[in-house]
């Protein structure tokens, strides 16, 4: 940075202290997805999903698995620490077992239940209303 002394004459005192300003190397990084599964004996591999995003040296990035699925240990976040030479990340995903995806949707679920409730309740509302009517 500007404010760095361009050098320095170390002298024969003790504790000389030298401040010296850095900025980290910012960078992209790739993340690729591959769905694993096993079919018997056989390990097959596809792409899932790849996505990047800007990070520093230095950092410790948190990866989340794309919905539906874990990592092999069966977790959905890892810890990723950004190195110099970190550029292309590969992960082995795989579906995620039917409960945690009912964990994962059950926003959606619910929220596709409510509709249903609700326009259950205007059709019988509407059939009472004429009820009444008559």
Same mark, same amino acid.
């Given at each position: 940075?500007?404010?760095?002394?361009?050098?320095?004459?170390?002298?024969? %005192?003790?504790? =000389?202290?030298?401040?010296? %300003?850095?900025?980290?190397?910012?960078?992209?990084?790739?993340?690729?997805?591959?769905?694993?599964?096993?079919? !018997? %004996?056989?390990?097959?591999? @596809?792409?899932?999903?790849? @996505?990047?995003?800007? #990070? /520093? /040296?230095? =950092?410790?990035? /948190?990866? =989340? @698995?794309?919905?539906?699925?874990?990592?092999?240990?069966?977790?959905?976040?890892?810890?990723?620490?950004?190195?110099?030479?970190? !550029?292309?990340?590969?992960?082995?995903? %795989?579906?995620?077992?039917?409960? =945690?995806?009912?964990?994962?949707?059950? !926003?959606?679920?619910?929220? !596709?239940?409510?509709?249903?409730?609700? #326009?259950?309740?205007?059709?019988?509302?509407?059939?009472?209303?004429?009820?009444?009517?008559?």
């Amino acid at each position: 940075m500007k404010d760095n002394p361009k050098s320095y004459m170390f002298t024969k %005192k003790y504790n =000389q202290t030298i401040n010296l %300003k850095v900025k980290p190397h910012t960078k992209y990084v790739t993340l690729y997805f591959n769905q694993v599964d096993y079919d !018997g %004996k056989h390990k097959k591999s @596809t792409l899932y999903a790849t @996505t990047y995003f800007l #990070a /520093t /040296t230095g =950092q410790t990035a /948190t990866i =989340q @698995t794309p919905a539906g699925f874990t990592f092999k240990d069966g977790s959905t976040v890892r810890k990723l620490d950004i190195k110099e030479n970190t !550029g292309e990340v590969l992960y082995e995903v %795989k579906k995620a077992p039917f409960k =945690q995806q009912i964990k994962i949707y059950r !926003g959606y679920y619910l929220l !596709g239940i409510i509709m249903v409730v609700f #326009a259950v309740l205007d059709v019988l509302l509407v059939w009472i209303g004429r009820l009444i009517e008559k």
